[in-house]
């Protein structure tokens, strides 16, 4: 029976309105009377309304005596009986306790595809997407872009399905817990009717990519869902295009409609329907899926699963698949394809069929062709004869996300600036790359699909990659080279682009591009060993080496052999450390400069001492010395400083600190002299420890504070590793057994990341020894 609100009642109902700090036509109103919006209008308007939505609407707003906001003579013909009636059906309806999905789907006005896999991760973005799709949110059109197979529909669809879901449970008393993505943080709005538009050209299935049948690629093909879906046959039976949108616009406004236009990439006149999305009534939220970002209003962009949500997605898929996977497999697989959704599940799908999953993980064996022409090829065919196809094969090039400037250099764009700024904005609407901070980076699969494309073009390749080596031998050659100064300011740069400047000199390994690697190698020799990077450090050296003797190149034979025997060294190898630095100096007669022959004789000096073998150690200690003599400043002086840290260390080993403090003081006052500061450093941290032992305590905490700051700063992990080592000490001479095993712990585990296996040794004692 129609109601409808008196005047003194609409004044009660604006007052508890109010109250609540809602508007007029309030979505969250609607939500909870279970109205639309057209129907709340009409109540607010005094207006005949369903006396359900009626009381509905009094009850939203707390007004539970509904009789007092109906006009008297209408609330009277609800009897007394028939009144109480209603409320106690209302009242004793029994609560749902699970939703039912044939009766969700059978809901009016909706047509959503089903969802085929379980909606995983991404609750964030979820969120995100339905506060935009509330029709209080001042958007009316929220477009999510993503490369493709990213998840863009499943998200869309989720969102939809949510809504659908708190409409069934908020009718029938559902508990939301029940929602199938709980704990929301933003509840679903509430839209009458759901309307789904596709689009897509293809599904990629594990038996392959498969053509769509039908889609709605026009405009006419948008109105013609609307006229379905809504059973509105005078959309469709319109005169011309103008009566045609007219009666649109008309279907539209009997409801809130939520309108979802999936793969707008792939539809004819674009801007037509953009036109028209932007025209609709207030009464309806849009929703654009793309793979080319669409900036209107409200724009959402995706990017790869979190990794914990694609161990999940793999686990479930693998579970539904019937696929046996370990723990480490499912990891495996996350870092073969990454957090692509579409990916992750055509893997299972291929294990389910017979596929071998050391094939599937392998990365010699070349991504699937169905994954890289789902994901990629429409994306990339659009750029091919444009700049932006070079800078998109030249970032694959890179192991870590490129620097600007090195990629438009290996792009060869250098004199083309604005084009490829242009370029690069291309390629982040198409979803190919992203950007992070001064750096380009793109995903796994997208730089394994652009690798592939590289490799069909043999010539562009060549070129390219010249060009990538050569910007990274300039670049090593500006910030590499020996340690003076504030030589932490030029390294650091080296560190930024480590991952990269190690896959060229891999590269050029593999290749054998020896005048290449080698003179990359020979720039980074310090820093390598400065920054902690022994183990590959090593095996980069190693080839140099090797490469360098089969050319006799002896100079840099000798000259690398000095720096890999001094790591191999400083790593307890001793043996190793002896065959490099003996051979080296036997080479250093013939083909070393001065500098190497000092070099490696003071290593051997250092060597001895590590053995034990203290005259053997002075020996070359003094040969050391001869040979400075015959250098020039600033090298003469900086192997005077080696020459008296040896010297002290020999003094520390026979536990003659007077003699070795006195040294380490001389070397310490020479390094400040031509402002050396990793030696400045080095002799802090042994004076530092001589003043523990000595038990002046203050000294000790003034040095080594002063010293580890210093070491952070330039991120040098040997020294950092010296002074946690130091601090231990003090603390335990302190009495302080607690932070002295604090400290213990950090020296140990920095000894172990180094590979210093007898420093990590001595720690394992003291603090064994200490508990």
């Not at 050319?551 to 000798?558: A, Q």
């Not at 001895?608 to 053997?616: A, L, Q, S, T």
Request: glycine letters at 6%.
């Amino acid at each position: 029976m129609p109601l409808k609100a008196s005047v003194l009642g609409l004044a009660k109902i604006h007052k508890a309105r109010q109250q609540r700090r809602w508007k007029r036509q309030d979505t969250r109103w609607c939500q909870a009377a279970i109205v639309s919006v057209s129907g709340l209008k009409r109540f607010l308007a005094g207006e005949d309304i369903g006396d359900d939505s009626f009381i509905r609407i009094c009850q939203a707003v707390g007004i539970e005596n509904w009789r007092d906001i109906a006009e008297s003579s209408e609330a009277s013909n609800l009897t007394q009986k028939n009144s109480r009636k209603r409320d106690r059906q209302f009242a004793t309806r029994k609560p749902i306790t699970k939703i039912d999905r044939a009766a969700l789907l059978c809901l009016p006005n909706q047509r959503l595809p089903p969802q085929t896999n379980e909606f995983l991760g991404r609750k964030s973005d979820l969120e995100k997407l339905l506060h935009f799709m509330s029709l209080d949110y001042r958007s009316p059109i929220i477009t999510i872009s993503g490369m493709g197979g990213v998840g863009k529909t499943a998200l869309v669809l989720q969102a939809a399905y949510l809504c659908l879901e708190y409409r069934y449970l908020q009718e029938n008393r559902g508990d939301l817990k029940l929602l199938s993505t709980p704990d929301l943080e933003v509840l679903p709005p509430q839209f009458e009717a759901i309307i789904f538009v596709s689009a897509k050209e293809s599904n990629l299935l594990p038996t392959g990519i498969t053509a769509k049948l039908k889609r709605q690629v026009s405009l006419l093909d948008i109105f013609q869902a609307i006229a379905t879906t809504l059973d509105a046959p005078a959309i469709t039976q319109a005169i011309n295009p103008d009566e045609q949108f007219q009666k649109v616009r008309e279907s539209l406004s009997a409801q809130s409609t939520l309108l979802i236009i999936d793969n707008l990439e792939t539809i004819e006149d674009k801007e037509k329907i953009i036109s028209f999305l932007n025209d609709l009534p207030n009464t309806t939220k849009a929703v654009i899926t793309s793979r080319e970002l669409q900036v209107i209003y409200a724009p959402l962009r995706l990017g790869a699963l979190l990794e914990m949500d694609s161990l999940q997605l793999i686990a479930q898929q693998a579970d539904e698949k019937g696929v046996n996977l370990s723990d480490e497999e499912i990891f495996q697989l996350y870092q073969r394809f990454g957090g692509v959704p579409v990916a992750l599940i055509y893997a299972i799908g291929q294990l389910a069929n017979g596929f071998s999953f050391a094939n599937l993980i392998d990365p010699a064996i070349q991504l699937f062709a169905d994954i890289g022409r789902f994901c990629f090829e429409n994306s990339v065919q659009s750029i091919s004869h444009r700049p932006a196809y070079q800078l998109l094969l030249a970032i694959s090039l890179f192991h870590q996300s490129p620097r600007h400037e090195a990629l438009i250099s290996v792009a060869g764009l250098e004199a083309n600036d604005v084009i490829a700024s242009e370029s690069l904005t291309k390629l982040q609407r198409l979803s190919l790359v992203f950007q992070e901070g001064e750096r380009y980076g793109m995903s796994s699969l997208t730089r394994e699909y652009a690798l592939q494309e590289l490799q069909r073009k043999s010539e562009k390749e060549a070129e390219m990659r010249d060009r990538w080596i050569n910007w990274h031998l300039e670049f090593s050659r500006k910030y590499g080279g020996k340690d003076w100064g504030d030589w932490h300011s030029n390294y650091d740069y080296l560190e930024e682009e480590w991952e990269n400047l190690a896959s060229v000199l891999d590269w050029c390994a593999i290749r054998d591009r020896y005048i290449d690697g080698r003179d990359i190698g020979v720039s980074l020799a310090y820093y390598l060993y400065l920054y902690g990077h022994w183990d590959r450090g090593m095996a980069i050296l190693g080839w140099v080496v090797e490469a360098g003797e089969r050319r006799e190149d002896w100079l840099t034979v000798v000259q690398l052999r000095a720096m890999s025997g001094w790591i191999m060294l400083m790593m307890g190898q001793l043996d190793y450390a002896e065959h490099h630095l003996s051979y080296g100096w036997q080479l250093s007669n013939d083909y070393g400069t001065m500098f190497t022959r000092c070099e490696i004789a003071d290593n051997l000096a250092i060597l001895h001492i590590r053995r034990g073998e203290y005259p053997n150690a002075r020996q070359w200690s003094e040969t050391c010395d001869r040979l400075t003599l015959e250098l020039e400043d600033p090298d003469r002086t900086r192997f005077q400083i080696y020459g008296l840290c040896t010297k002290a260390d020999l003094f520390y080993e026979e536990q003659n600190y007077v003699k070795a403090k006195e040294l380490y003081q001389t070397a310490l006052d020479l390094a400040l002299e031509i402002q050396w500061q990793r030696y400045t450093n080095y002799t802090r941290g042994w004076l530092a420890d001589i003043a523990i032992i000595e038990g002046d305590f203050p000294k000790a905490e003034k040095l080594l504070m002063t010293g580890f700051i210093v070491a952070e700063r330039n991120h040098d992990r040997q020294r950092i590793a010296f002074f946690e080592r130091c601090y231990a000490r003090l603390e335990f001479a302190k009495g302080n057994l607690e932070r002295s095993q604090e400290w213990g712990i950090k020296a140990k585990e920095s000894f172990y990341r180094l590979g210093m296996k007898l420093e990590m040794s001595h720690m394992e004692n003291f603090l064994a020894f200490k508990n």
